[in-house]
Every structure is written in structure tokens, then in C-alpha cells.
């Protein structure tokens, strides 16, 4: 047994259901997302991106320095060269998101995010040996059906290209993930901020390059500051703290409320209604999530020693 599913095994049952409890608001916050990006009035993406990257910098910085008394790069003694290799993947996470959500839809895009599960689990794998339960693997098949409910009607009215980005942003971030966990750092903060500071000074750049004017208006401002806020900077903190307590690929399945909730958002602001196959699909999705959840509190429950006789 690896030393993560020691600890894992180890932790009590209040510790496994608070990190479930936390991946969990990780997910709705997350959803938010592509509400706020149909809310924009611009249809720049790097001017976007520009704003959203420096918006989640700035949230992290000030998040670090109010965690660690004034000290912004104190964990790179901590981390070193694996600050930016982090913040490289949360950036690559980021952008392919958003320009997936320029060439398709909401819906699209967040369905193939569901795939994350499985990657980080193979990567997991592959990488660290971690183990997989197999209530966990039956629940990502369960996401990965639901999946191919939802994607079977919505391929064919185009965004491929789109659905390809969603694709390259599952493949980052469940590297993100998998990395956060194999670090073992005791705050991963630092990597989103650096990877939003990586994320700014690209996007700058393509701006610039590409004539764009990286000035937005105010209103669109206020919305790329409320992605960077609310949507990851909220995100990530349930996300970061929630991950060090379950497995990684627990914690990816449970962060599928995202994907359920997302679409929803879209649907009541802009009356953009799922199909039939997507509501199929999403109800798939969300059975994966409570048989991961249940198995969790009840594995956990098991492990909680009797209480101690009375004298």
C-alpha cells in the first residue's frame, strides 16, 4: 500500500467527509464559469484571459500573504522549481477552457471535462502507483456512459474544435491535480498564483501581438474579476484543501457537480436547453457522484473506532 492510501486509510472519518464536502463546493463554484463568460460583452479572448489570469494572481497573492504573515514568495524554499511546472499546468487548464467555450457551447465544454477522473486516475497510476478502489473505477465507467449519452447528440451539431480544447484542459488539469498531491506541499496556492501570473503575461502578449485592445469595459472588468474570484480563486482553495484529504481520482468525481450544475446556470440565464440524451446523460453523471460520495462515508464509517466503555 502507498503511503497516500496509508494516509487516506488513516484519516478519520469527519477529515474524509470534510474533503469530500469541500471538492464538492469546488465543483459549483467551478460551474459558475461559463455563466460569467456568456455574461461578457466582449468576444476578445486574450484581452479575457488577460484580466482572468491577473484577477486569480491577484486573489492568490493576497491570499498568501494573509496565510503566511507577509511572506509572497516564502514557499519557493518549499517548492523550488516545482512552483512554475504547477502553475504551467493550472494555466494550460485555464486557457484551453475558456477559448473551448469560443467555438463551443457551455454544455460541450463541460462534458468534456467529465473525463477528468479517469485521466487523473491513470496518471495516478502510471505515475505514483496509487491505488484505485473499484467502487471508484465503477463510477468513472458510470461518468464516462453518461458522457457518451451526452456527446452522442451534441458532436453533431459541430464544435469539434471546441470539444478538443475541453479535451486538452481535462488533460491539464488532472495533471494539476495528480501533481498536487504527489508535491506534497502543504499549500499548492502558490502554484495557481504563479500559474496566473504565467497566464497574464502570455495572454498580455498574444493581445499585443494579435492588435487586440487589452482594454475591456468596466462591466466586462467586473466579470472577468468575479471568474478570477469567485469561480477559480474560491475554486481552488475548496479544491486545494479538499484533494490533500481523499484520493485524486475521489476527488474528481465528486468535483463533477460541475459538470451538472454548469449547463443549469446557462439554461435559466439564456434558456439554452439540454436534449434529451443530455439530461439522460446528466442523471448517469450525477449516480456516479452519490455512489462515490456513499461509498466514501460508508468506508469511512467502518473504520470509526466504538466509543470507550464508561468507568
Known amino acids: 500500500m502507498s503511503a497516500t492510501a496509508r494516509a487516506a486509510a488513516a484519516a ?5 467527509l470534510l ?14 464559469g461559463g455563466l460569467f463568460f456568456r455574461l461578457l460583452e466582449s468576444s ?15 486573489f492568490f497573492a493576497f491570499y498568501i500573504l494573509l496565510k503566511r504573515r507577509g511572506r509572497l514568495f516564502a514557499f519557493w524554499s518549499e517548492l523550488g522549481w516545482r512552483a512554475p511546472a504547477g502553475g504551467l499546468l493550472f494555466a494550460g487548464a485555464s486557457l484551453f477552457f475558456i477559448f473551448a467555450l469560443s467555438y463551443t457551447t457551455v454544455f460541450n465544454a463541460l462534458v468534456m471535462l467529465s473525463i477528468q477522473p479517469l485521466l487523473a486516475a491513470g496518471l495516478a497510476w502510471v505515475l505514483r502507483r496509487e491505488p484505485v478502489r473499484p467502487v471508484t473505477w465503477i463510477a468513472m465507467l458510470l461518468a464516462v456512459a453518461g458522457i457518451a449519452v451526452m456527446v452522442w447528440d451534441s ?25 498536487n498531491r504527489a508535491i506534497g506541499a502543504r499549500d499548492t496556492a502558490p502554484l495557481v498564483m504563479i500559474g496566473g501570473l504565467i497566464g497574464m503575461a502570455l495572454s498580455l502578449g498574444m493581445s499585443l501581438a494579435g492588435g487586440f485592445d487589452p482594454l475591456l469595459s468596466l462591466g466586462d472588468v467586473g466579470l472577468c474579476f468575479a471568474m478570477g474570484w469567485l469561480h477559480l480563486g474560491f475554486g481552488f482553495i475548496f479544491f486545494n484543501f479538499g484533494s490533500r484529504l481523499i484520493p485524486s481520482a475521489e476527488a474528481l468525481v465528486l468535483a463533477q457537480t460541475e459538470i451538472i450544475f454548469g449547463p443549469l446556470w446557462v439554461w435559466l440565464a439564456f434558456g439554452e436547453e439540454p436534449t434529451a440524451f443530455a439530461l439522460w446523460g446528466g442523471l448517469v453523471l450525477f449516480a456516479a457522484v452519490l455512489l462515490q460520495a456513499g461509498d466514501g462515508l460508508r468506508r469511512r464509517a467502518r473504520v470509526i473506532p466504538p466509543p470507550a466503555a464508561q468507568p
Open 44 to 58: 476578445a479572448v486574450w484581452p479575457i484571459l488577460t484580466w482572468r489570469f491577473g484577477a486569480v494572481a491577484l
Open 155 to 179: 458532436l453533431e451539431s459541430g464544435g469539434f474544435f471546441g470539444n478538443l480544447l475541453a479535451l486538452g484542459s481535462s488533460v491539464c488539469f488532472a495533471g494539476y491535480t495528480v501533481f
Open 12 to 16: 478519520p472519518a469527519g477529515g474524509h
Open 19 to 32: 474533503g469530500a464536502g469541500a471538492v464538492i463546493l469546488a465543483g459549483l463554484c467551478w460551474s459558475a
